[in-house]
């Protein structure tokens, strides 16, 4: 094993690919620390925890590498009262604390294995998804696993959830949570028939829902939405290569042939009930936000563009290649799927921008919303450049800002509520940045109603923090319920 100290830029050679080294690097202390340099001034009336989910393998890998399979570790921003608490800390998953004891990994990453296999293991990472639930942050995987439960200030590991079933035995990144219930929901994925399960875990952490869904065969959806009475779940055409998959290997195909396809379930639902519509064939890694309007569930998302080939059609390898490295072209789209008349309706909102990984209010998830927070997203690598704020009605955006598209790395914005909210965006967005020009790490709070005058405040963290996945926020009420 190459000694991770030896060379920061570089922990583990340059063997494994591009996104273990430079500013993908992984970092090997767990820190606590509550005295910055801040430029400008941390807003009081911003009270809560801004959490972030990434990949940050603990040991050389066997092979090469994925981020998705790097140890999972959360990098938390505790807003207290004008003064802020940075902490980051690996979640103990089974395989990591496995790994402790012996100090080293035999797992394998999901280029070298797949689930299930027993000769070579796949770790569950726990590195993709980060939600408060029932007090405690709760940290999944895109692959899906189990579901690790954290204290969401300290980060520390508390256990895992107990509602993950056969056959999928998981739990995949992307659960949502109806704040207004307190109602979780979830969705699971796996190879065999019927390839999906969907459940409902209340506010309290027990499983209330659980049921199959039929799916025409596997599939490898990301995400999924809820609204008041409904949940919204994921057909697309994207999927295992059926002969590396027998071969042991994760080889992906994008079919342009197939629909995309939204499932309308009521939460309560059973698999028979779920309600199918038809789409433009596209990947689609995150939604926004859903709700109900009139007899339309609408969903707005950002669609992940297919690669063309010269003649104009869908270049379907390439696509598969894009969405496999994570190489985003995104638009912000629009859906709507009208329950009474079965009528199915999408438009791209805004043509012009890349924009990915979105956050809004959370409070109104499955509600009707107006703003999302998104960043432009580099279309080559996993790397944002900038945050925006979109008026997600009209599709216009909203303000944005970077301290330098060339240079800037930011982490997924979240919207993080004013004490005494007044109104949807009354109150602060938050994200880190890395900035590789100035070799310089940031937490920046913006205010949401005016993310286009900059920053209000600048923290500066003492160390990179390197580029991760998700992110949410956390308000002092949720986490209150934890104690
Ligand atoms: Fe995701």
Redesign the pocket.
């Known amino acids: 094993m190459s000694n991770p100290f030896v060379n920061p830029q570089a922990p583990f050679g340059e063997t494994h690919g591009p996104m273990l080294t430079g500013t993908f690097a992984p970092i090997f202390e767990e820190f606590v620390l509550d005295a910055f340099d801040v430029e400008g001034e941390i807003p009081a009336d911003l009270n809560g925890v801004y959490l972030r989910n990434g990949p940050n393998p603990r040991f050389e890998p066997n092979g090469k590498y994925h981020v998705f399979d790097g140890d999972g570790m959360l990098h938390a921003a505790h807003f207290d009262r004008g003064k802020v608490t940075y902490r980051n800390k690996w979640v103990r998953t089974a395989g990591w604390l496995e790994e402790d004891a012996v100090g080293g990994t035999d797992y394998w990453g999901i280029m070298s294995t797949l689930k299930g296999r027993t000769d070579r293991r796949l770790k569950d990472t726990a590195n993709?998804?980060v939600i408060g639930h029932a007090g405690h942050a709760l940290a999944t995987w895109?692959l899906a696993g189990e579901p690790y439960h954290i204290d969401p200030i300290t980060l520390e590991t508390l256990g895992r959830g107990d509602y993950v079933f056969a056959p999928g035995k998981g739990i995949s990144?992307?659960p949502k949570v109806d704040e207004i219930t307190g109602d979780l929901m979830f969705f699971d994925y796996f190879h065999q028939a019927p390839h999906m399960s969907y459940g409902v875990v209340d506010a309290k952490g027990r499983l209330t829902h659980h049921t199959a869904i039929e799916l025409p065969g596997p599939r490898l959806p990301?995400?999924m939405a809820v609204t008041e009475h409904y949940s919204i779940l994921h057909d697309l055409p994207v999927y295992n290569d059926e002969e590396a998959y027998r071969a042991g290997r994760h080889k992906i195909r994008f079919n342009a042939a197939l629909p995309t396809r939204f499932g309308v379930i009521p939460r309560f639902g059973a698999g028979q009930d779920i309600r199918w519509f038809e789409f433009s064939p596209c990947f689609l890694?995150?939604t926004i936000n859903a709700w109900e309007e009139g007899d339309e569930v609408v969903m707005v998302a950002c669609r992940y563009m297919p690669s063309k080939a010269a003649d104009g059609s869908i270049d379907e390898v390439l696509t598969a290649r894009r969405i496999a490295t994570l190489g985003m072209n995104a638009r912000l789209w629009r859906y709507r799927m009208n329950l009474k008349t079965g009528e199915a309706r999408e438009e791209c909102l805004d043509d012009a921008c890349n924009v990915e990984f979105p956050g809004f209010d959370s409070a109104r998830t499955g509600r009707k919303t107006r703003w999302g927070y998104v960043v432009d997203h580099d279309p080559d690598i996993l790397r944002w450049t900038g945050i925006r704020k979109y008026d997600t009605d009209s599709g216009a955006c909203a303000g944005a800002w970077s301290d330098g598209h060339e240079s800037c790395w930011y982490s997924e914005p979240w919207f993080g509520p004013a004490d005494n909210q007044r109104s949807e965006d009354h109150g602060y967005v938050v994200t880190f940045v890395w900035n590789d020009r100035s070799r310089e790490q940031q937490l920046q709070v913006f205010d949401a109603r005016d993310i286009g005058q900059g920053p209000v405040a600048r923290v500066r963290i003492p160390h990179r923090i390197p580029p991760g996945?998700?992110a949410c926020w956390m308000k002092p009420s949720q986490i209150a319920a934890a104690k």
């Open positions: 993709t998804d895109y990144a992307h990301h995400d890694y995150h996945f998700h």
